[in-house]
């Protein structure tokens, strides 16, 4: 079997180092530097302040390019944004 990407992310570094072990005593893996992006999501990190942001933002702008709609005008929607 072969999986092409996986993302591992936590608060907890010996939890995460722990599983990362596990899961190399059964297959076969390499380390890659940190993930910027991941299935069309655009990763960033503040380890200062300990947030990480995930946002969709430049997937959007290619959608809105391919139909021609990057002059719309955005409007609010009906949710809280914490939804």
């Known amino acids: 079997m072969y999986v092409d990407d996986m993302l591992k992310a936590g608060k907890d570094r010996a939890m995460i180092l722990e599983m990362k072990e596990k899961i ?20 960033e990190r503040n380890r200062i302040r300990e947030i990480l942001q995930v946002s969709q933002s430049d997937y959007v ?23």
């Open 24 to 43: 190399h005593e059964n297959l076969s893996m390499k380390e890659l530097e940190n993930a910027r992006h991941i299935l069309r999501l655009r990763i």
């Open 61 to 83: 702008r290619k959608v809105l390019r391919i139909f021609n709609m990057e002059n719309s005008k955005p409007v609010r929607t009906p949710l809280v944004t914490s939804t």
